[in-house]
């Protein structure tokens, strides 16, 4: 008993020193490690589309069509143009200009200029003057009637009343159609007004302007102080109905 007590001792020291099974107790240390995830490339530039599946009404759509409109909608719409030198877009991206952010509209005046080849800033006026001679080389896509009205109804919808009707007469030059900046009707035009003799109108000075107008014997003046708070007046003059516009 004496010897075997060591020898079972020894035993034991030696059982406790085996190191345990690896695929027992780590697993994973048996298996080879992951591998390493591949990077995944930045997604590539979008180019323009082939220019047999380019078409210059959707190009007009994607530009502008609603309030809230998406900015990278319209800035791919932008490079579109560009690279397709769709000068048709020209007159849309200045109609537009006044509904798109400061960012977008500094983008859309880049773009006028590729297409045009001029430079006048944020001037919308001598935009439209330079495009005005130029209709038909710089004539806009083929639906953009609709384009116009829809955009312009969203402003006020008595607008879309008014010149829905020019969608389908092609004879109406929507592209001289610019909103004055107030809802239909917002500024009241003279209706039928009364007026007076020369020598009963004492507010009026010798030096006022006034708009003359003779029709079949009577004969008529409005003065401009009048009309510029007003800029239409409808009347009845030598038994013929008129409308002055100022």
């Known amino acids: 008993m004496a010897l075997l007590a060591p020898l079972v001792a020894l035993a034991l020291t030696l059982a406790c020193a085996q190191p345990p099974p690896a695929t027992d107790i780590y697993p994973a240390l048996t298996k080879p490690p992951p591998a390493t995830p591949t990077p995944v490339a930045d997604d590539p ?3 323009a589309e082939p220019a047999a599946q380019y078409d210059p ?32 877009q020209a007159v849309v991206i200045l109609e537009a200009l006044k ?21 006048f800033d944020f001037d ?28 312009l109804a969203l402003i006020d919808p008595e607008i879309a009343a008014v010149l829905h009707p020019a969608i389908a007469h092609s ?12 809802r239909l009707d917002g500024i009241p035009p003279l209706e039928n007004p ?19 107008v003779s029709i079949n014997g009577e004969r008529r003046a409005y003065p401009l102080r ?11 003059l030598g038994g013929e109905p008129i409308s002055l516009v100022y």
């Not at 400061?102 to 880049?110: K, M, N, Q, V, Y």
């Not at 009364?194 to 003359?212: C, I």
Request: charged content about 25%; glycine content about 6%.
């Open 124 to 151: 919308r006026r001598r935009w439209r003057e330079w495009l005005g001679p130029r209709r038909e080389e710089y004539a806009p896509p083929p639906d953009y009637a609709r384009w116009k009205v829809n955009s």
């Open 45 to 47: 530039e979008p180019t």
């Open 57 to 88: 009404n959707r190009t007009m759509f994607r530009i502008w069509e609603q309030f809230g409109h998406p900015h990278e909608t319209t800035l791919a719409a932008f490079a579109d143009a560009a690279a397709h030198n769709d000068v048709s």
């Open 226 to 236: 009048v009309m510029n708070a007003h800029e239409l007046a409808n009347d009845v």
């Open 99 to 119: 509904f798109f952010r400061l960012d977008t509209a500094r983008s859309a005046i880049e773009t006028l200029t590729v297409l045009t080849g001029q430079d």
């Open 171 to 182: 004879r109406v030059d929507l592209t001289e159609v610019v909103w004055g900046g107030v």
């Open 194 to 212: 009364p007026y007076v003799g020369p020598e009963q109108a004492a507010w009026l000075g010798p030096d006022d302007r006034v708009f003359g």
